[in-house]
């Protein structure tokens, strides 16, 4: 009865493993949607981009939860090429949808910047194993059950 019931269980916690995954992706598009329907004041100095920066790191971070997907475990590369794609597709719809919000506007630039990062952050992810370790730890860490030893459990050489 119980082998038949561990490899059901192990389906299932894979099955929420792949679910749970598909939430750092959706949360961020959320934030990124949210964000571009706000009116955000230019800060810093015209010539300091920070506009462009933060589009590509944004995205990047976006392709990389995209990329890390376990949809075709065997074929990173086609994982890779489908966020860059998909991020490149959402950064020109987020432009879209700037250009009807007031006090935004669609740039060409934003969009390059968001393709740009998806591009590199994915290309990163591939070749750097740092990055990719750094990327792949756990957040929290399991704890280890404690093992209780009383002198009553142990072996009894007496006997």
């Known amino acids: 009865m119980k082998s038949a019931r561990r ?25 990124i949607t949210w964000e571009s329907v706000e009116a955000i004041p230019s800060v810093g100095p015209a010539w300091l981009s920070f506009d462009k920066l933060a589009h590509f790191a944004v995205f990047g971070l976006l392709a990389t939860t ?11 590369l086609l994982r890779a090429r489908w966020a860059v794609v998909l991020v490149s597709a959402y950064g020109f719809g987020d432009e879209l949808l700037q250009g009807f919000i ?5 740039e060409f630039a934003d969009w390059a910047a968001d393709t740009l990062g ?40 007496a006997e």
């Open 102 to 106: 007031p006090e935004r506007s669609m």
């Open 66 to 76: 995209i990329a890390r997907l376990e949809g075709a475990p065997h074929w990173p």
């Open 7 to 31: 490899p059901r269980l192990a389906a299932v916690r894979s099955g929420l493993r792949q679910r749970r995954a598909w939430l750092w992706p959706v949360l961020l598009t959320a934030v």
């Open 118 to 157: 998806a591009f590199v952050a994915v290309i990163v992810y591939l070749r750097w194993t740092g990055y990719r370790r750094l990327l792949e730890a756990p957040l929290r860490r399991r704890r280890q059950p404690r093992v209780e030893i009383s002198p009553e459990s142990g072996p009894n050489p």
